[in-house]
């Protein structure tokens, strides 16, 4: 069984600059989940793909999208950084259905710092 | 008043013995609770689902008062490999955030020799 993988581990970008986070999921999960943990504090949901369509989203600005593949695999991408982006960027991925509540499994994280 | 809370510690726990904490949660229509575990600059990982009837798993009992709406988790016989953030998780009942799931600030662990 193959686990959530993220790629890159470690990002530093300037502000202003754009961002795409990738993440696989694990295998026979349909469901991917992005989450933003900032140093000190607990992870805060951006959005869940349940395939391929976007299934929620917390409160982050339009700046902030996604994607998910008919693979599963997803992608976050952020525009316009700023300095308060600088995170570790969590994708989960899990097998749902809409109205189902499964555990999240976790990949290894990108870390990201906007200087 | 923030959906999921939690003491952020930290708990200073002596090794052998039992430390317990709690998390509340504002949405009465929360269905699934689980506890992850996370340890310095790692992802989450989930520790163990929450039942209505309570459960346990080792050293790790976990119970829910639905009329009060916490979670709590108790450690037994403290490791010093017990030290981590302990993060309360809840489900959402908002249908625009989806399947959400929502994370406690986390309360930190610290057993000591």
């Known amino acids: 069984e193959t686990g959530v993988t993220q790629s890159p581990t470690h990002l530093i970008k300037t502000r202003g600059q754009q961002v795409t986070l990738r993440c696989s999921s694990q295998?026979?999960?349909?469901?991917v989940s992005w989450y933003q943990q900032a140093l000190g504090q607990g992870p805060q949901f951006i959005f869940q793909?349940?395939?391929?369509?976007?299934?929620g989203r917390g409160n982050f600005p339009p700046r902030f999208s996604g994607l998910q593949f008919p693979n599963y695999s997803s992608e976050l991408n952020v525009n316009a950084l700023e300095l308060d982006d600088s995170a570790l960027y969590l994708c989960?991925?899990?097998?749902?259905?809409?109205?189902?509540?499964?555990?999240?499994?976790f990949g290894n994280g990108t870390r990201l710092t906007v200087t | 008043r923030k959906e999921v809370e939690q003491d952020p510690g930290p708990f200073n726990v002596p090794e052998g013995a039992t430390v317990a904490f709690n998390c509340t949660y504002s949405?009465?229509?929360?269905?699934?609770f689980f506890w992850y575990r996370q340890d310095c600059r790692k992802e989450p990982k989930l520790l163990m689902s929450?039942?209505?009837s309570g459960n346990e798993d080792g050293r790790f009992t976990a119970q829910l008062n639905r009329a009060s709406q916490y979670i709590s988790l108790l450690i037994r016989d403290s490791k010093l490999s017990d030290s981590a953030t302990y993060l309360c998780?809840?489900?959402?009942?908002?249908?625009?955030?989806?399947?959400?799931?929502?994370f406690g600030g986390g309360t930190r662990v610290l057993v000591k020799p």
């Open positions: 989960a991925s899990s097998l749902d259905g809409l109205g189902s509540f499964s555990p999240l499994h």
């Open positions: 295998s026979g999960h349909n469901t």
């Open positions: 793909y349940y395939r391929e369509e976007e299934n």
């Open positions: 949405n009465s229509a929360s269905q699934s």
């Open positions: 929450v039942y209505s």
């Open positions: 998780v809840v489900n959402g009942d908002d249908k625009a955030a989806g399947n959400k799931l929502t």
